[in-house]
């Protein structure tokens, strides 16, 4: 059974760090990219950040702010979040990608809440 469990969301103020996890299971996760989104009140779900075969990406609006990474041993992507802004606040979805013969795969967690006050 696959499973993505995001931990680490909460409540902060402006300017604070937050650490977000996501474990996996049901999957060989090595063999996945991995990614951060988040949902907004009243907003689509927007890609954060991504991460594949050691390459990454970012939005634009966290550039420089958040990191992702990932521990293969531990199945485990994480985003390393700096410098907080108010509109960072959102549900953070873990999200897995990969590919099964010609069918694309993804995998999605339940969401973490991440509340940024000013």
């Known amino acids: 059974q696959v499973q993505l469990v995001e931990s680490g969301g909460g409540l902060v103020q402006a300017g604070g760090s937050l650490r977000l996890s996501c474990a996996a299971s049901g999957f060989t996760f090595s063999s996945y990219a991995m990614g951060w989104y988040r949902q907004a009140p009243g907003k689509e779900r927007e890609l954060v950040a991504f991460i594949s075969r050691g390459s990454t990406y970012y939005a634009d609006s966290v550039k420089g702010r958040f990191t992702i990474s990932r521990d293969n041993t531990k199945s485990t992507v994480y985003l390393q979040m700096n410098s907080l802004k108010p509109e960072d606040t959102a549900v953070y979805y873990c999200?897995?990608?990969?590919?099964?013969?010609?069918?694309?795969?993804?995998?999605w967690g339940q969401g973490t809440q991440v509340t940024v006050s000013s």
């Open positions: 999200n897995a990608e990969g590919v099964r013969g010609s069918s694309r795969i993804v995998y």
